[in-house]
């Protein structure tokens, strides 16, 4: 048996199984056993690793129901990218912190053929690597020289973008520094702005040098669960000021991992970014997915001098009227509830929204409302004669264990038409 190595018990891993089901498939979600839950849960963290025997690593959130524990956002991510089919044969081996070596039989009995490990699987990096800075630096300070504006091909190569024009051949204190000295300033600028935007609603990133010449920049995998899970494929709007705006879309990636996908490449062109910025993502779900983005360019904080001058982020994001205008369309997707005393247990939801994704006889279907990897479901109760809606039975329990208070402001923004779920955004 292929592999057959990674179910000994060297490690003292504990195993079980599970044979796929139509129900598992169809719900997004995977059962861990009561016994193994019982006996082997207790300190595993809020996510798990799957490791697949091409060495490919799946983040797994799991969630408990009635006493249950199951696999849930990220498994059905997983399930798509070994093609799991009902009737198949699962092993899983426990190795210790929250790792999990995953085999896979097929219904003849076969362990199934694996994906190739895709060159490009994600991980999330820290700091800016040294070659990524200073290929040309530590040879001594080239001629300075006009950058060549090529224009950009469909398979660009890195040296066209201008970034690493900057990388290789600027004679400024960014390359002259030592390898050390460079990851020591993009590290402190880093941790330094995430004290400055430390909110849930906010992701820091640094421009490395594969987020150059194609479409693609990690979203952090934290940030994404709670604001943007089930989100993939849908379209994000970012801004730097009231001038304009760039659309770019949220993808799902190899191993599991969220990016901006389409529409990034162009972003990073027209503001000049290059390798080593910072940038902050001020995420507001009000006007669509919207993210007012600060930009941080590394060549502006010396080696040798203190971070000063950053710029502060608003009190509240300002929207530019051009995208209040852009965005008339995305918020018949969604809409606004102002929390006050007098709910009574209920709150009613306009007209318009009912109107598009509802019909008469949906009266008395439950909907689900998503808070980050936390969902409730929730009752809609629609009068078409005299032309009101409201959530009613599971909404007294929304409002106590999302601690909403008189004052507060939920945004609602159909994210699953198919089966009525809403992500909720609470400011």
């Known amino acids: 048996m292929r592999h057959s190595q990674r ?96 085999i896979v039989f097929g ?14 699987t994600l991980e999330e990096c820290e700091e800016v690597h040294e070659s990524d800075l200073v290929a ?12 060549p504006y090529k224009k950009m091909k469909t398979s660009p190569k890195e040296e066209e973008h201008p970034s690493f024009y900057y990388a290789k051949h600027s004679n400024s204190e960014f390359v002259a520094g030592s390898g050390n000295e460079l990851k020591e300033r993009s590290r402190a600028l880093v941790e330094k702005l995430k004290l400055k935007h430390c909110d849930s609603q906010t992701f820091v990133q640094t421009i490395h040098k594969s987020y150059i010449g194609r479409d693609l920049l990690i979203i952090p995998n934290d940030f994404y669960n709670l604001n943007l899970y089930k989100m993939e494929g849908q379209m994000a709007r970012l801004f730097v ?21 389409r529409g990034w490449r162009t972003f990073l062109c027209d503001n000049n970014l290059k390798l080593g910025d910072v940038c902050a993502f001020v995420l507001n779900k009000s006007n669509g997915v919207l993210f007012q983005v600060f930009i941080y360019p590394l060549h502006e904080y010396p080696c040798h001098l203190p971070f000063q001058g950053l710029s502060q982020r608003p009190s509240s994001l300002k929207i530019p009227d051009i995208i209040k205008d852009k965005s008339r369309l ?14 009574n247990g209920q709150a009613c939801i306009p007209m318009t929204f009912i109107k ?49 208070k008189a004052g507060d402001v939920c945004h609602f923004l159909m994210i699953d038409k198919k089966n009525l779920e809403l992500q909720v955004t609470i400011n």
Not at 58 to 76: E, I, L, P, S
Request: hydrophobic share 35%; glycine share 8%; aromatic share 14%.
């Open 241 to 261: 000021n009231k001038e304009r705006t760039w659309d770019v879309e949220l993808k799902l990636y190899s191993g599991g991992q969220i990016i901006f996908g």
């Open 356 to 404: 598009k994704f509802l019909s008469e006889k949906d009266n008395g279907r439950f909907v689900t409302l998503r808070v980050g990897r936390n969902t409730w479901p929730v009752k809609v109760l629609y009068y078409k004669y005299c032309s009101s809606a409201r959530f009613s039975l599971g909404w007294p329990e929304f409002v106590k264990e999302c601690g909403l």
């Open 330 to 343: 995305m918020s018949e997707d969604g809409f606004d509830i102002h929390i006050k005393p007098s709910m």
């Open 136 to 147: 040309e630096g530590k040879r001594g300070k080239p001629k300075p020289a006009s950058p």
């Open 107 to 120: 219904k003849s009995g076969i362990e199934i053929k694996y994906p190739s490990k895709d060159n490009n």
């Open 7 to 102: 179910l000994d018990n060297k490690s003292n891993g504990v195993h079980f199984f599970k044979i796929i089901l139509e129900r598992s498939l169809q719900s997004g979600e995977l059962m861990v056993p009561k016994s193994f839950v019982k006996n082997h849960w207790q300190g595993i963290s809020t996510s798990v690793s799957l490791i697949l025997p091409n060495k490919t690593k799946w983040k797994v959130y799991w969630m408990k129901r009635d006493g249950d524990v199951y696999f849930h956002n990220g498994w059905k991510e997983f399930a798509e990218y070994i093609s799991l089919e009902v009737a198949q044969f699962v092993v899983f081996q426990y190795e210790g912190k929250s790792r999990f070596n995953v």
